[in-house]
């Protein structure tokens, strides 16, 4: 059992809730237990999507930071892929992931939502980076995740000055989807991710690696590998049950059954 995160499993969709009061703080708990629940979100049959939610008032205020304060290089050294991990395993799960965001995400809070697939924001959010001013940077795929979702110039502009970025703007940067009232976000996010409940989960799954993995290749190399997933789908039961459905009934009608 895992103290501080926990999978919700309702309709098909599995919420990942963190639930650390009173800011979900992340430690190095926290993390490893991340980690967990995100391999259990993958592993589960009946979680056909995901939503990542903090609660009513804060996804995750950022890092313990009393935790880390008097680690050494040596022992910070050792954690530090153990702190990528945690929230890459969100970014690795094999299913669409929505983050619903109210309140504050910032630093390790801000990466667990950069590591989801689409962010649904509250107009009472505010993210940022604050690393810098702690005499440190991103640990935890900020500096990777964030230039990647909005190019280097702006990612660099909120890393290197670790400024709060509210709502309005996270939206107009593209740092965030969709601005919703805040006590609208996980409803608006959960019906986002309900509509792939009865989808196609392997051809789900292989669109979001063709474009994850397709981000760190060249473009002759993407399209290489493109090729490759998409081929690699054809024999598979969404193929078989998708074309079928086409040719039978016309498009969007086809009921798939999972994995």
């Known amino acids: 059992m895992t103290e501080f995160v926990r999978l919700e499993v309702d ?17 190095r708990q926290v993390n490893v237990e991340l980690a967990q629940v995100a391999q259990e979100a993958t592993d589960r049959d ?9 609660g009513e008032k804060v996804l995750a205020a950022g890092a313990d930071v009393k935790e880390m304060a008097d680690l050494s290089y040596s022992e910070m050294a050792g ?12 970014s690795e799960i094999p ?7 109210t309140g504050y995400a910032l630093g390790g809070g801000f990466e667990i939502a ?4 689409r962010r649904i924001a509250g107009d009472n959010a505010t993210v940022g980076l604050p690393e810098i001013l702690l005499g440190i940077i991103p640990g935890g795929g900020g500096t990777q995740r964030l230039s990647r979702l909005i190019g280097p110039a702006r990612a660099k502009d909120l890393i290197f000055s670790g400024r709060f970025v509210k709502a309005p703007e996270a939206l107009e940067l593209g740092i965030v989807d969709e601005i919703v009232p805040p006590d609208e976000v996980y409803t608006r996010a959960h019906a986002w991710a309900s509509q792939f409940a009865n989808g196609p989960t392997r051809a789900l799954a292989a669109a ?3 474009v994850d993995r397709g981000l ?4 002759r190399d ?9 081929a690699a789908l054809f024999g598979t039961e969404d193929q078989v049950i998708g074309m079928r459905s086409f040719v039978e009934n016309g498009p969007g009608k086809a009921q798939f059954l999972g994995r």
């Not at 954690?79 to 969100?90: D, K």
């Not at 950069?114 to 697939?117: H, I, Q, T």
């Not at 993407?222 to 998409?230: K, P, Q």
């Open 11 to 27: 309709g098909g969709v599995g919420t990942i809730r963190l639930d650390r009061p009173p800011m979900n703080a992340v430690n």
């Open 46 to 54: 009946d979680v056909r999507a995901v939503v990542v939610y903090g």
């Open 79 to 90: 954690r530090a892929h153990e702190l990528s991990h945690g929230f890459g395993a969100v």
């Open 95 to 101: 299913k669409p992931v929505v983050c619903a965001l």
């Open 114 to 117: 950069l590591s989801c697939d």
């Open 208 to 210: 979001k690696k063709a």
């Open 216 to 219: 760190g290749m060249d473009l």
């Open 222 to 230: 993407g399209l290489d590998f493109e090729s490759e997933v998409f």
